[in-house]
């Protein structure tokens, strides 16, 4: 009996041996190297990456976008990566490694100030009437511009989840015009905005002729020169060849003395071979120039005034214009004189 109970227990001992075995082979060893890529882009300075403390891998001082290769030891469920400006301590953003994958990325955009986990393109398409309008990024300048001349493009840096806010400011003005959320979640977002003084409007309804073979057309005018003699109408004229020649039609569009937008007009197909211009009169006028010309450089060229007005059947312009002076004392007679010029933007561009 004695021999019996030995030779259970010896059983029962070999068979917890062999069971504890079995579970310690079916447990998969974590890898402890994993190969990190690391995709970066900088605006200056050299960054730094660092595990435990020990720079692991770092970027080339000139700016621009980088990938990096690294092997990290992970010996946990996780180690952190932490990343610095060279010959700074300050921490500026931490990744984490699992130790779940051989083959991980991690991400860092640097704008100068602070590392971000991505960036976003931001579109930017804009028309400042009058002033310099800065543009910011949660209260920092990151671009400036006047009339149409505003950066194409500005990327961003952004982390997940967290919305960032465009501002527009008048530049010297602490008064902010504009506010607009940046979300994390798309590569690619827009800026379209038109500003006039008392006003900075992101959209416009873009109204469509009621003949679809029509163009409709709007304007407004501000004037630069102290000569001018408002106020004043538009004119439109049609024809062929040179614009001073266009014979004019009985299309006339009043524009208001305070800057704002014309009533729209729509205007008729010109005709085969022919083009619309418009010049700027006297209120009531055919012919006369809205600027007293007394004492100016004579003669008055007779492009003063004149502008082309181009045509897009089913479309809608929006102009904005103001004007300048070019005063030629030498040179041949075809050139010698005084010209008014207008400059004409159309805005509807920026809200389509």
């Known amino acids: 009996m004695k021999k019996i109970i030995q030779y ?3 059983s029962l001992v070999m068979l917890l041996v062999f069971s504890c075995k079995k579970q310690e082979l079916a447990v998969a060893s974590p890898p402890e190297i994993v190969n990190v890529t690391i995709e970066m882009s900088t605006v200056k300075d050299t960054l730094e990456f660092l595990k435990d403390g020990k720079v692991i891998a770092k970027s ?3 700016q621009g976008s980088f990938t990096l290769e690294a092997k990290v030891y992970v010996s946990g469920e996780h180690e952190k990566i932490q990343i610095r400006k060279k010959g700074a301590t300050e921490i500026l953003a931490t990744r984490y490694i699992r130790s779940n994958a051989y083959q991980q990325t991690i991400k860092c955009y640097y704008d100068g100030l602070n590392a971000y986990g991505n960036s976003v393109l931001l579109k930017i ?14 209260g920092t300048v990151v671009g400036s511009g006047t009339n149409k001349e505003f950066p194409a493009g500005l990327s961003i840096g ?32 827009k800026l379209n905005f038109y500003y006039e003084p008392g006003q900075l409007l992101d959209n416009i309804d873009i109204a469509l002729p009621v003949n ?8 407004s005018f501000t004037s630069t020169l102290d000569i001018f003699s408002g106020p004043a109408d538009l004119v439109v004229h049609k024809g062929k060849g040179n614009i001073t020649l266009f014979p004019p ?5 009043q524009l208001p003395a305070n800057g704002a937008f014309s009533q729209s007009v729509e205007l008729p197909p010109p005709g085969a071979g022919e083009s619309y211009s418009y010049k700027l009169v006297k209120r009531g006028t055919l012919i006369d120039l809205a600027y007293n010309t007394k ?18 059947a089913g479309g809608c312009a929006i102009v904005v214009m103001t004007d300048s002076k070019v005063v030629t004392k030498t040179g041949p007679s075809t050139v010698k004189g005084t010209r008014i010029n207008l400059e004409a933007t159309d805005i509807a561009q920026y809200f389509k």
Request: aromatic residues 8%.
């Open 60 to 62: 080339p001082s000139d």
């Open 125 to 138: 398409k804009g028309y400042a009437k009058t002033d310099v309008l800065e543009l910011l990024i949660d």
């Open 158 to 189: 952004v982390n997940d989840g967290v919305d960032r806010e465009i501002q527009i400011r008048k530049q010297g003005d602490p008064k902010v015009l504009y506010h607009k959320k940046l979300t994390s979640t798309e590569a690619v977002q």
């Open 249 to 253: 039609t009985t299309i006339r569009i």
């Open 295 to 312: 004492d100016e450089f004579m003669p008055m060229r007779p492009e003063s005034g004149f502008t082309t007005l181009p045509f897009v």
């Open 212 to 219: 679809m073979e029509n163009a409709l057309f709007s304007a």
């Open 8 to 10: 259970a227990g010896l």
